[in-house]
């Protein structure tokens, strides 16, 4: 039996081995770019352009919000509503894209109406919503959860139908039923593009939110640096844009680490 395993698991190892130094590169890469931007920033800030703050008053900024609460208040109010906003829409978006993928019923039923508001910006909808829901917190979730559905459920759409007729007929030939295809065959290779949708959903529930808060919001991002833009507190405008891109590049790497989880099974370059 040895002969037999050996030959077949050393491929497997020695793709292991070769991921190890490339993870490794590509977080030599991510630290070099990051450096060179912040180089690019310091040298634009020195040059004067258009009073442009640099990386140290900026760095200070921060820590004076930090320091008195304000900071993580508005990282703390902002990331809620992001986190129930993206949550509700990608619910929402995953059984509905499964559904007008597998039963061409739900198809005709449901993509006028998807199709339909992909066109309109979630952005134009704010105004509607605050008017007909108020200032609170219930508009500005339903408009993230809205931007997030948008992004995901045409993704997971393209999923289903996009699974290889090849293996569908496997399985039915191999006596599989519509359920055990469904589980076992289109939902594992519709994974991808459900976690590339929702990777967008997440860029455009962060976008969505940043303008709810510029026109309805006591605390937020969002709102703080609304605030600062009536003095020209450039700072406080840099610390904001930095803590969303942050908070969002944190998200995005916890999505791509969930779907390495769940597509293990794939092949990857």
């Not at 967008?200 to 976008?207: E, K, P, Q, R």
């Not at 303008?211 to 840099?238: C, H, K, N, S």
């Amino acid at each position: 039996m040895g002969t037999v395993t050996a030959p077949a698991a050393q491929p497997v190892r020695e793709a292991r081995r070769r991921r190890v130094p490339s993870r490794a590169r590509g977080l030599g890469l991510n630290l070099v770019a990051l450096l060179l931007g912040i180089g690019l920033w310091a040298l634009l800030a020195g040059l004067g352009v258009q009073g442009l703050p640099g990386p140290v008053r900026v760095a200070h900024r921060a820590a004076e919000v930090l320091g008195d609460g304000t900071l993580e208040g508005d990282a703390l109010a902002s990331l809620r509503r992001v986190l129930l906003g993206f949550a509700l829409g990608t619910a929402l978006a995953v059984p509905a894209g499964f559904l007008m993928g597998w039963y061409g019923v739900a198809r005709g039923l449901l993509e006028p109406w998807v199709q339909f508001f992909r066109t309109i910006p979630p952005l134009a909808i704010i105004p509607l919503a605050i008017v007909v829901l108020g200032i609170g917190e219930t508009p500005k979730i339903l408009v993230i959860a809205l931007g997030a559905f948008l992004s995901c459920v045409i993704s997971t759409f393209q999923g289903v139908i996009g699974v290889d007729p090849t293996l569908v007929n496997a399985a039915r030939v191999l006596g599989a039923g519509d359920r055990v295809i469904f589980t076992r065959v289109v939902v594992p290779a519709s994974t991808p593009f459900i976690v590339v949708g929702m990777r967008i959903g997440l860029g455009s529930a962060w976008a969505t939110l940043v303008a709810a808060e510029l026109i309805a919001a006591q605390q937020g991002l969002g709102f703080r640096m609304q605030q600062a833009q009536v003095y020209y507190d450039l700072p406080t405008i840099f610390v904001g844009l930095i803590t969303i891109g942050v908070l969002g590049l944190l998200m995005d790497r916890l999505l791509l680490l969930a779907e390495r989880r769940l597509g293990g099974w794939q092949d990857r370059r």
